[in-house]
C-alpha cells in the first residue's frame, strides 16, 4: 500500500468513529479524542522520526537561504571594497540599489509560494536558485549605476520565493511545537551569511586585479557561481513532502501524515483534519484575515532593523574608524553569536509552547539594543556604539524566527499558510526598502537618524505583539466557554482557524 493511500485509510478510520457522519451526510457534533489511533502507531519513535527530519531537511534549506542572504547581502561589502567609486555614484544611488531590490522581493512571493506548491520544493527552489544564482554572478560585470540598478530588480523577483517557500515548506514536516526551533536553525543561515560574507569578502578582496577586475567584482561573481553550482545539486537532494520521503518507513511517513494533518484540534480535545484542497478560497481568506496585517507590523519591527543591520553593518563599523578590512572581520562575532542565541532561544520557546513572551522580550532587547547606539554615538563612544549593535543584532535573529513561526501556527489549511505567510514576508519585506535608506552617508559616522527611525521601527512592533497576545487570547476562552455545535466533518475542516476547535498559540 502506498503513503498516501495508507495515510488516507487511517483519515478515514479517524473520523468515521460512532460520531462521524452518517450517510445522508446530516450535521454531527464531532467528538473523540485527537490521540484515538495512537496504538496504530506503537512502534514508532518520534525522536528517531525528528531526528531523521532533522539531518534530511534542515542542513540542506539553511544552506540556500545562506547563499541567498550572502547573495543579497554582499553589496554591503563590495562598497567598502569600491564599488561606488568604481561605478561613480552617488550615495543616494547607493540606496536606490538597495531598495529597487525589495519590490520584486515583495511582488513575487505570494505567487511564488502557491507554485511551490504545484510545482513541488524539489522543482521550485532549485530552480529559482540557479535564477538569482546567475544575477548575482552578473552583478560583477556591471559597467554603471543603471546596470547595478537594474540586476538589482532581477535579484529580487529571482529570490523572492525563498524564504516565504522554505518557511512553509517546513511546517509540511513539522507540527506547530516543533517549528520555531527548526525555522531559527534555518534562518540563522542568515547570520552565518553575514560572518561568512565579511570572512569571505576580506579573502575575495584580494584578488583585485586579477584579470583586469576590482576585488568587489570577484565578490559577486564567484559568490554567484557558488550558487548555481549548489543549486544543480539540490534538484536531487530536496524531498517534496512526508508521503514521498524515501528516508523514512511507510509506517513513518503515514504516522507523521496523520500528526500533521490533526494538529491545529489537538489542545480542543476533537479530531478535525486540515484542508489540503486547492481552492481560491483560502488564498481569498488570508488576504482577508485580521491576524496578517497585525504580524506584518509587527514583522517590520523586527524586519526593518534587521536589514538594515544586513546591508549596513560593515559601513557602520567602518565609519567608527576602522579600515575596512577589520570592518568586515568585527561583523563575524556579531552574527555568530546571534546565531547561537537564535537556536537557544527558539528550542525554548517550542518546549514552552508559546511565542509572544519571547517575541515582546526580543524586541524590548532590540530597542535597547538602539538606544544604546544613539546615545553612545552623540557622545563619540565608538566601542558602545559596537556593543548596542551587538545587542540588537543578537534578538533580532530569534525574534525573526519567533514572528515567521507564530503566525504560521495560527493558520491552519495548508493553502492559506502558504499564502498567509507569503504575504507576511512579502509586505513585512517592504521595511528592508525603507531600511535601505535608513543610514545615509550624509549622517556618517553616527547615524543618528538610522538607529531613531530603527527604534520607531521596534516600537510599533512591540505595540502590534501585545494586540496580537490579547485578541489571540480572548478568542481561545470564547471557544474554551462555548459549546462546538453541530458541522459536517468537511465544513470543519474548510473552517480552518477559524473553526471552533482551532486554538491559537500565544
Same mark, same amino acid.
Given at each position: 500500500?502506498?503513503?498516501?493511500?495508507a495515510s488516507?485509510?487511517?483519515e478515514?478510520?479517524i473520523i468515521?468513529?460512532p460520531?462521524?457522519?452518517? &450517510?445522508?451526510k =446530516?450535521?454531527?457534533?464531532?467528538?473523540?479524542?485527537?490521540?484515538?489511533?495512537?496504538? =496504530?502507531?506503537?512502534?514508532?519513535?518520534p525522536?528517531?522520526?525528528?531526528?531523521?527530519?532533522?539531518?534530511?531537511i534542515?542542513?540542506?534549506?539553511?544552506?540556500?537561504?545562506?547563499?541567498?542572504?550572502?547573495?543579497r547581502?554582499?553589496?554591503g561589502?563590495a562598497?567598502i571594497e569600491g564599488?561606488? &567609486?568604481?561605478l561613480?555614484?552617488?550615495?543616494?544611488?547607493?540606496?536606490w540599489?538597495?531598495t529597487?531590490?525589495?519590490?520584486?522581493?515583495?511582488?513575487?512571493?505570494?505567487?511564488?509560494?502557491?507554485?511551490?506548491?504545484?510545482?513541488t520544493p524539489?522543482?521550485?527552489?532549485p530552480?529559482?536558485?540557479v535564477?538569482?544564482?546567475? @544575477?548575482?554572478?552578473?552583478?560583477?560585470l556591471?559597467?554603471?549605476?543603471?546596470?547595478?540598478?537594474?540586476a !538589482?530588480i532581477?535579484? +529580487?523577483?529571482?529570490e523572492?520565493?525563498?524564504f516565504?517557500? @522554505?518557511?512553509?515548506?517546513?511546517?509540511?514536516?513539522?507540527v506547530r511545537?516543533?517549528? %520555531?526551533f527548526? %525555522?531559527?536553525?534555518?534562518?540563522?543561515?542568515?547570520?552565518v551569511?553575514?560572518?561568512?560574507?565579511?570572512?569571505?569578502?576580506?579573502?575575495i578582496?584580494?584578488m583585485?586585479?586579477?584579470g +583586469?577586475?576590482? +576585488?568587489?567584482?570577484?565578490?559577486?561573481?564567484?559568490?554567484?557561481?557558488?550558487?548555481?553550482?549548489?543549486?544543480?545539486?539540490?534538484?536531487?537532494?530536496?524531498?517534496?513532502?512526508?508521503?514521498?520521503?524515501t528516508?523514512?518507513?511507510n509506517?513513518e /511517513?503515514?504516522?507523521l501524515? /496523520? /500528526? #500533521?494533518k490533526? *494538529?491545529?484540534?489537538?489542545?480542543?480535545?476533537?479530531?478535525?483534519?486540515?484542508?489540503?484542497?486547492?481552492q481560491?478560497?483560502?488564498?481569498?481568506?488570508a488576504?482577508?484575515?485580521?491576524?496578517?496585517?497585525?504580524?506584518i507590523l509587527a514583522?517590520?519591527?523586527?524586519?526593518?532593523?534587521?536589514?538594515?543591520?544586513?546591508l549596513?553593518?560593515?559601513?557602520?563599523?567602518?565609519?567608527l574608524?576602522?579600515v575596512?578590512?577589520?570592518? *568586515?572581520? #568585527?561583523?563575524?562575532?556579531?552574527?555568530v553569536?546571534?546565531? $547561537?542565541?537564535?537556536?537557544?532561544?527558539?528550542?525554548?520557546?517550542? !518546549?514552552? !509552547? /508559546?511565542?509572544?513572551?519571547?517575541?515582546?522580550?526580543?524586541?524590548f532587547?532590540?530597542?535597547?539594543g538602539?538606544?544604546?547606539?544613539?546615545?553612545a554615538?552623540?557622545?563619540?563612544?565608538?566601542?558602545?556604539?559596537?556593543?548596542?549593535?551587538f545587542?540588537?543584532?543578537?534578538?533580532?535573529?530569534?525574534?525573526? $524566527?519567533g514572528?515567521?513561526?507564530w503566525?504560521?501556527?495560527n493558520?491552519?489549511?495548508s493553502y492559506?499558510?502558504?499564502?498567509?505567510m507569503?504575504?507576511?514576508?512579502?509586505?513585512?519585506?517592504?521595511?528592508g $526598502?525603507?531600511?535601505s535608506?535608513?543610514?545615509?552617508?550624509?549622517?556618517?559616522?553616527k547615524?543618528i537618524l538610522g538607529?531613531?527611525?530603527?527604534?520607531?521601527?521596534?516600537?510599533?512592533?512591540?505595540?502590534?505583539?501585545?494586540?496580537?497576545?490579547?485578541?489571540y487570547?480572548?478568542?481561545?476562552r470564547? !471557544?474554551?466557554?462555548?459549546?462546538?455545535?453541530?458541522y459536517?466533518?468537511?465544513?470543519m475542516?474548510?473552517l480552518?482557524?477559524?473553526?471552533?476547535t482551532?486554538?491559537?498559540? #500565544?
Amino acid at each position: 500500500m502506498s503513503p498516501k493511500s495508507a495515510s488516507a485509510e487511517l483519515e478515514s478510520r479517524i473520523i468515521n468513529q460512532p460520531t462521524a457522519m452518517s &450517510e445522508d451526510k =446530516e450535521p454531527i457534533h464531532i467528538v473523540g479524542e485527537t490521540g484515538g489511533a495512537s496504538d =496504530e502507531f506503537g512502534d514508532i519513535n518520534p525522536k528517531k522520526v525528528l531526528t531523521k527530519l532533522d539531518l534530511h531537511i534542515i542542513p540542506v534549506v539553511s544552506v540556500l537561504f545562506l547563499l541567498s542572504f550572502l547573495d543579497r547581502g554582499n553589496i554591503g561589502n563590495a562598497r567598502i571594497e569600491g564599488l561606488a &567609486e568604481s561605478l561613480k555614484m552617488t550615495g543616494p544611488q547607493f540606496n536606490w540599489t538597495l531598495t529597487v531590490f525589495f519590490f520584486t522581493y515583495t511582488l513575487f512571493q505570494v505567487p511564488s509560494n502557491l507554485l511551490l506548491k504545484r510545482l513541488t520544493p524539489s522543482i521550485w527552489l532549485p530552480s529559482i536558485m540557479v535564477a538569482w544564482g546567475t @544575477v548575482a554572478t552578473l552583478m560583477g560585470l556591471v559597467q554603471n549605476f543603471h546596470g547595478l540598478l537594474a540586476a !538589482r530588480i532581477f535579484l +529580487g523577483a529571482a529570490e523572492a520565493g525563498l524564504f516565504p517557500g @522554505v518557511s512553509y515548506y517546513i511546517t509540511t514536516w513539522y507540527v506547530r511545537e516543533e517549528c %520555531q526551533f527548526r %525555522q531559527a536553525m534555518f534562518s540563522s543561515a542568515a547570520g552565518v551569511a553575514g560572518a561568512f560574507s565579511g570572512l569571505l569578502a576580506f579573502a575575495i578582496a584580494k584578488m583585485d586585479g586579477i584579470g +583586469g577586475l576590482e +576585488g568587489w567584482r570577484w565578490i559577486f561573481i564567484l559568490e554567484g557561481i557558488l550558487t548555481v553550482i549548489v543549486a544543480c545539486i539540490s534538484y536531487f537532494i530536496i524531498y517534496d513532502s512526508p508521503e514521498t520521503a524515501t528516508f523514512l518507513s511507510n509506517e513513518e /511517513r503515514v504516522w507523521l501524515v /496523520r /500528526r #500533521l494533518k490533526y *494538529q491545529g484540534s489537538k489542545d480542543s480535545g476533537y479530531v478535525v483534519a486540515e484542508s489540503d484542497e486547492f481552492q481560491w478560497k483560502y488564498v481569498k481568506d488570508a488576504f482577508s484575515d485580521w491576524q496578517i496585517y497585525l504580524h506584518i507590523l509587527a514583522y517590520w519591527g523586527v524586519d526593518c532593523p534587521l536589514y538594515g543591520i544586513a546591508l549596513f553593518l560593515p559601513t557602520i563599523i567602518k565609519e567608527l574608524g576602522y579600515v575596512s578590512s577589520t570592518a *568586515q572581520l #568585527l561583523t563575524v562575532p556579531i552574527y555568530v553569536t546571534a546565531c $547561537a542565541v537564535s537556536v537557544a532561544v527558539s528550542f525554548y520557546s517550542d !518546549r514552552c !509552547r /508559546r511565542r509572544s513572551p519571547f517575541i515582546l522580550t526580543g524586541l524590548f532587547v532590540v530597542l535597547v539594543g538602539f538606544i544604546i547606539c544613539i546615545t553612545a554615538s552623540s557622545r563619540d563612544a565608538h566601542g558602545a556604539v559596537y556593543a548596542g549593535i551587538f545587542i540588537a543584532t543578537c534578538a533580532m535573529y530569534p525574534t525573526v $524566527a519567533g514572528m515567521i513561526t507564530w503566525l504560521s501556527n495560527n493558520l491552519a489549511g495548508s493553502y492559506k499558510r502558504s499564502a498567509g505567510m507569503a504575504i507576511q514576508i512579502s509586505l513585512g519585506s517592504l521595511s528592508g $526598502a525603507a531600511a535601505s535608506n535608513f543610514y545615509r552617508q550624509s549622517d556618517s559616522p553616527k547615524f543618528i537618524l538610522g538607529h531613531a527611525l530603527e527604534i520607531g521601527f521596534v516600537s510599533v512592533g512591540l505595540l502590534a505583539i501585545i494586540a496580537l497576545r490579547l485578541n489571540y487570547q480572548s478568542i481561545n476562552r470564547k !471557544r474554551d466557554a462555548e459549546p462546538v455545535g453541530e458541522y459536517l466533518v468537511e465544513e470543519m475542516s474548510a473552517l480552518g482557524d477559524k473553526a471552533p476547535t482551532f486554538r491559537y498559540i #500565544l
